[in-house]
């Protein structure tokens, strides 16, 4: 992999996961001298597999990214292990990376993604991944039939409970911090319609036993001994979702509130209000796992090349 990044860009992209790496695949396709800013944090290196990509169905997420670098290095794409701090714009954007240089570019593809923040429950960012699990479409087939357990946080944890019935009939959703009165009748009525036991009460901790999850403990109980355990194999969480949109709120780029964060107003193709500058990815929204992040990285990378090559007939046109 090219790790040199001289001059000027057409483009850069800052992100190397799915998304940004898609984006940099079209566009060094497209012949445009492009750079890929990666600090090498990936959202999923928790997870040991990732699902429901075509083809790539339980590949790691760590081979695919290898694949995807090696990929963009056949067209010229130049990658550098690096952060970058800021962006400011100009004729140019100029990008300042935390290794203390400073890259140009005529067009920006900001693919930062989010951070996961877990509940503060002993046990569960230790599991993150293996046995503590958030997405059903990710992992509720490999932990299909087991005892579940859903860790709320907030009333909408219910909902993910009741999706996460498709997977398993022996499902317990603990209230945690959530109370009861939280809860609508609706509720109610369809968490007993899909089975679903209801636990209020905090959770203490996640016990685990011989590197396995065995149960979740409630607080409570005598002073030596803790509270009520259940016994579960597998615990679904809703972590917060911390959108890393700071480059773009420098940008001067707008964002809307969703109940998941903040994220930018993006056009169908990732276009942010700021000319020049794309989001792609889990940096415009929540909900993109790694196929649609790819897919919106391809749909950047192939309307930037596009709007280049429009600008640059412009130009000679004026001339």
């Not at 109370?179 to 369809?190: C, F, G, I, N, Q």
Request: overall charge negative.
């Amino acid at each position: 992999m090219t790790e040199t990044h001289t001059g000027s860009y057409d483009v850069v992209v800052i992100g190397g996961g799915a998304a940004g790496l898609s984006a940099a695949l079209v566009l060094g396709r497209s012949r445009r001298r492009t750079l890929v800013v990666d600090g090498g944090e990936p959202r999923n290196t928790p997870a040991a597999h990732m699902q429901g990509y075509l083809t790539r169905d339980g590949m790691s997420p760590a081979e695919f990214l290898a694949l995807g670098r090696e990929e963009i290095a056949r067209y010229g794409v130049d990658l550098v292990r690096d952060r970058a701090v800021d962006v400011t714009k100009g004729d140019e954007f100029a990008v300042a990376l935390a290794g203390g240089e400073t890259v140009h570019a005529r067009r920006i593809v900001v693919a930062t993604g989010l951070k996961d923040e877990l509940p503060d429950v002993p046990g569960v960012a230790e599991r993150f991944g293996r046995d503590v699990i958030h997405c059903p479409y990710c992992h509720g087939w490999e932990v299909r039939d087991q005892a579940f357990g859903v860790l709320a946080t907030t009333p909408m944890s219910v909902h993910q409970a009741l999706i996460v019935s498709q997977w398993s009939k022996d499902v317990t959703l603990f209230l945690h911090t959530v109370a009861e009165s939280e809860l609508t009748d609706d509720d109610l009525r369809r968490l007993a319609a899909a089975g679903v036991s209801v636990v209020p009460g905090e959770v203490a901790e996640l016990v685990v036993e011989d590197d396995r999850l065995t149960g979740v403990r409630l607080t409570g109980g005598t002073p030596s001994g803790g509270g009520t355990t259940h016994s579960r194999e597998a615990v679904f969480v809703a972590p917060r979702a911390i959108p890393q949109t700071g480059l773009l709120e420098k940008l001067g780029a707008e964002l809307q509130e969703t109940p998941f964060g903040a994220y930018p107003v993006v056009d169908p193709t990732g276009l942010t209000t700021v000319p020049g500058v794309w989001a792609v990815g889990n940096a415009m929204g929540f909900a993109e796992q790694v196929v649609n992040a790819a897919s919106a990285g391809y749909r950047a990378g192939a309307t930037i090349n596009g709007d280049l090559l429009m600008a640059d007939l412009d130009a000679t046109v004026r001339i």
